[in-house]
């Protein structure tokens, strides 16, 4: 019994230090969501075609943005574990910039390729060029959100979270009130519609970009020797991470897309369920976050002590928020689904999938913890090939093998996503289990 309190109260401490760090990056995850609801809402109240193109508009350009923040996202595990060797980090500033600049051509560049491909899609012709006009505008603001993402991560590195989180929750602000002038066309600007939308993303992505590079201008002092190994840890730990983000966004995608070929009642459902674990998902999502600089930090200085304890406690914190989230679903369903929608066909169709999607949200929080120990160790290549086979070799197919041949569709579709996690959870907490014992004996 003693042993067990003196093991309560160590991982107790390491759980605090966690969720002190994760707060403020959770607040920061909650503002983005909330910068894509009030564009929604903008859309809505203008017009059905003008929601309609920012739908199809948006998910083209945020297949893009997941997989270029991908790439930046292995920045904070990869400056935490030089700051665990104590190596000086602050002139990696300048090359950062670059790295995030650079990576933002790239991907506006693909964007303003795939513009020319949409044809093929077969919009209809009053869709295709607000989805056109949309994405060509948007396409510039990359270069301006990634350096915000890139900054961000660099700044998460030394636990600096507030101030970037500060700049995440005026932009939601700012972009309700773009929105709103530059759609309808008040204060003495025209009606833009759509363009309205894609401009206000543009001004709000730059200048968040803009905001937090003057924050950062003290970092700006020398210049680093090494450059050419920075980028190469940035590629070889970002772009596993980038291919296994779009795995999972890729797995999501079709299964909304096939729902969708069944019923509108079904597809309202299943879009409702994905809003609410999405927004579930912010917790682990943010513990991981916090998980890889700690673990990260930890790495570099060789501790394999506090490894061990940050992983367990992300995965203890993670699973006792499930917990508190799986009473809340199981009791309080009907209240939660209806927040979303008057239609009592479409909550009494959502209501019986989710005891399937408490299991699939303690599985995700697990793997999530993983993923973010992982990171912090700078081996990302397991959680691309993980996802891969989790979303598109087992849980997609068995998803549709349910609702095709035995026609359980929506119940079909998430047994199989929930499939999905549980297998990604078991192959990466392997993974991880087998790289702590591996490292166990290096460092000691």
Known sequence: METIIK???????????????????????????????????VAGRHSTLTLGAISVASAIFMTFMIAAVGLMSSISPVVSNLRGERKTTKTLF?????????????????????????????????????????????????????????????????????????????????NLFLNVVLVFGLLGFPKLGVKGLAIASLIVRTLGGLAIFLYCIPF??????????YIKDLLKTGWPISFALFFEFLGFNITAILVGKFSAILAAAHNIIITLTSTTYMFPLTISNAIAIKVGFANGERNI???????????YVTVFFMAITALVYTFFSAPLLSLFTNDKVVVST???????????????????????ALKGLKDTKPIMLTMAIAYLLIGTPIGCLLAFK????????????????????????????????KLNKEYV
């Open 220 to 229: 700006l002092k020398g210049r680093s020797r090494r450059v050419k190994t």
């Open 350 to 372: 959502a209501i019986p999938v989710m005891t399937i999607v408490i299991c699939f949200l303690f599985f995700d929080g697990i793997q999530c913890v993983c993923v973010g």
């Open 7 to 41: 093991k309560y109260h160590i991982y107790k401490n390491y759980a605090k230090e966690l969720i002190k760090l994760s707060a403020p990056i959770m607040a920061g995850n909650i503002a983005n969501m909330l910068i894509n609801v009030g564009d929604v809402i």
């Open 94 to 174: 300048r090359t950062t910039v670059k790295y995030s600049l650079t990576i933002g051509l790239i991907f506006c560049i693909l964007i303003q390729f795939v513009i020319g491909q949409i044809h093929y899609i077969g919009l209809t012709q009053d869709l295709y060029p607000l989805v056109v006009e949309y994405l060509y505008i948007s396409s510039w603001g990359m270069f301006g959100g990634l350096l915000f993402i890139a900054l961000k991560e660099f700044l998460q590195a030394y636990e600096i979270v507030n101030f970037p989180n500060m700049i995440t929750v005026v932009q939601i602000f700012l």
């Open 406 to 437: 035995y026609n359980i569709v929506l119940k079909g579709f998430w047994i199989g996503l929930a499939i999905a996690l549980f297998v990604a959870c078991m192959i990466s907490s392997t993974i991880l289990f087998r790289r702590i014992k």
């Open 305 to 315: 002590l506090n490894i061990k304890r940050f992983s367990l406690a992300g995965a």
